[in-house]
């Protein structure tokens, strides 16, 4: 089992930065990749960028690269979403998420362990 703690949402102005943390505990050994996803209101739910947790390899949605940066501190267990020049539509509940294995990045299905998330709301 690997639990998941997201931290860091607020509200925030158009044009402003947030970043996001993401602490895993439990069997945190048997995680390969780390991803974000996020959850607009009426909207399903969509993948925002991953990382491997070996090798660092990183995947972001097209609509995120140039603004968001993610990262991990493998000796905290830990990943982050640096969020700049925040839209009014990326409004969102963010998710973390771990995958056991190399399936798909960008696929919710091949992450079995969620955190709760954290709400981000961008005013315009």
């Known amino acids: 089992q690997v639990q998941l703690v997201e931290s860091g949402g607020g509200l925030v102005q158009a044009g402003d930065s947030l970043r996001l943390s993401c602490t895993a505990s439990?069997?945190?050994?048997?995680?390969?990749?780390m991803g974000w996803f996020r959850r607009a209101p009426g909207q399903e739910r969509e993948f925002v960028a991953s990382i491997t947790w070996s090798g660092g390899l990183i995947y972001y949605a097209d609509f995120v690269r140039g603004r968001f940066t993610i990262s991990r501190d493998k000796s905290k267990n830990t990943v982050y979403l640096q969020m700049n020049s925040l839209k009014p539509e990326d409004t969102a509940v963010y998710y973390c998420?771990?995958?056991?294995?190399?399936?798909?990045?960008?696929?919710?299905?091949?992450?079995?362990?969620w955190g709760q998330g954290t709400q981000v709301t961008v005013s315009s």
């Open positions: 998420a771990a995958a056991r294995g190399p399936g798909a990045s960008s696929s919710t299905a091949d992450y079995a362990y």
């Open positions: 439990g069997r945190t050994f048997s995680i390969y990749r």
